[in-house]
């Protein structure tokens, strides 16, 4: 069975602190994703990857930083969390082939307080 | 103006009612159409796609793409309880990128 694995289902970290998310594939899916998920405004792209190493910003990139050393691992990073960074984080994967089929880890529900 | 507009909802239907969802777009580059079901504390998963216009049915549900309108459906046959879920709606460019635009979701109730 295919599996997008995100390493925490619930974080609670304080402002300012600095938070490490998780995410491995194992299809060995060239493209990675990261998004945040609000109610009202669905799934916004935070950042995404086409290959190790590589990155392109995605629609709200301020505040968030990524990094991806490996095919199968891309991290998301806060580098000093804000209470408004307090949202449903998912990971998402895909083949250059069929760019257009996500498979998605089940989230990590992160809160700044 | 949103890319991709969906209303909210909720949309609360009794067990064997048909679902229609619905999702308005503006861009018309878009080329694939999708739909996800996400199960409350679960990551959305595919459940339908359509490359340009048409339908497409599997069992009990059917996409529909009308590109002339910038609209797309999902209809949901015999609903049933385990279809309670919040609908998305995707969309994508053919060629060039990899960012895929979601809608805002649908939550959906079916009551037994």
């Known amino acids: 069975d295919v599996k997008v694995t995100q390493s925490s289902r619930y974080l609670v970290k304080r402002t300012g602190e600095k938070v490490f998310l998780e995410c491995v594939q194992d299809?060995?899916?060239?493209?990675m994703f990261w998004y945040r998920q609000d109610p009202g405004l669905g799934l916004r792209l935070i950042y995404f990857?086409?290959?190790?190493?590589?990155?392109e910003k995605g629609d709200i990139p301020e505040g968030y930083s990524v990094s991806r050393e490996k095919k199968e691992r891309f991290s998301l990073i806060l580098e000093s969390a804000s209470t408004n960074q307090t949202s449903m984080y998912l990971c998402?994967?895909?083949?250059?082939?069929?760019?257009?089929?996500?498979?998605f880890g089940s989230g990590t529900q992160l809160s700044v307080l | 103006q949103k890319e991709v507009e969906q209303d909210p909802g909720p949309l609360s239907v009794p067990e064997g009612a048909i679902v229609s969802l619905n999702c308005t777009y503006s861009?018309?580059?878009?080329?694939?159409f999708m739909w996800y079901r996400q199960y409350s504390r679960k990551g959305p998963e595919l459940l339908m796609y359509?490359?340009?216009?048409g339908n497409k049915e599997d069992g009990r549900f059917t996409a529909q793409v009308d590109k002339s309108s910038k609209y797309i459906s999902l209809f949901i046959r015999d609903s049933q309880p385990s279809d309670s879920a919040t609908y998305l709606c995707?969309?994508?460019?053919?060629?060039?990128?990899?960012?895929?635009?979601f809608g805002a979701g649908t939550r959906l109730f079916v009551k037994a």
């Open positions: 990857s086409y290959d190790v190493k590589m990155k």
């Open positions: 995707a969309m994508k460019r053919d060629t060039g990128g990899f960012k895929t635009i």
């Open positions: 299809m060995d899916h060239e493209n």
């Open positions: 998402a994967s895909s083949s250059t082939g069929n760019s257009w089929k996500l498979f």
């Open positions: 861009n018309s580059a878009f080329q694939y």
């Open positions: 359509t490359y340009s216009s």
